[in-house]
């Protein structure tokens, strides 16, 4: 099945280059796809809330705001998107990419999570909602390109 053009969002881990490793891949394979994603500077992603609706003056607050503008974005694009990829990294803890993978699931949107195979165990449930658990972003673009090519 062919498709003019794909949506995938990709979510999760800011600190590694896996969006670019997909979206480079994607390009190689021709793939018609458009890429969305999170704010990735995280001062940026985590500042938003005051930066636009004013100080707090405590952390919980400041961060809930942060949440909140953030969520505008987020559930925006999960909503318009084909396909979600959500990548769990190794050295920080991405609830919010948790929260994206349920989002997703809520709204039946066929899931891809990444990551390494020591958080199988950690992320059984998330991968359970998964219609595939990859641990390259090279597996991802092999997924992507059948999905859409029906080829391998």
């Known amino acids: ?13 800011i600190h590694t280059d896996w969006r670019e490793r997909i ?8 793939l ?11 001062a940026s992603s985590d500042d938003c809330g005051v930066s ?12 809930h705001k942060g949440a909140k503008v953030n969520a505008i974005r987020t559930r925006n694009m999960i909503e318009k998107s084909d396909i979600v990829v959500v990548r769990f990294g190794d050295k920080y803890k991405q609830w919010n990419a948790a929260f994206d993978a ?4 809520a709204l039946g949107k066929p899931m891809i999570t990444l990551h390494d195979p020591d958080l199988t165990h950690p992320l ?4 359970g909602a998964a219609l595939a658990v990859a641990q390259t972003p090279d597996q991802v673009v ?3 390109t059948y999905a859409i090519n029906g080829t391998l």
Do not use: C, Q, R
């Open 1 to 13: 099945m062919k498709s003019d053009n794909w949506t995938v969002y990709l979510s999760g881990e």
């Open 23 to 30: 979206a480079n891949g994607a390009d190689g394979a021709k």
């Open 32 to 42: 018609p796809v458009t890429f969305l994603g999170p704010v990735t500077d995280h």
């Open 52 to 63: 636009i609706l004013g100080d707090e003056d405590s952390d919980f607050w400041k961060d």
């Open 102 to 105: 349920g989002f997703a699931a």
């Open 124 to 127: 059984k449930e998330v991968d």
């Open 142 to 144: 092999k997924l992507l």
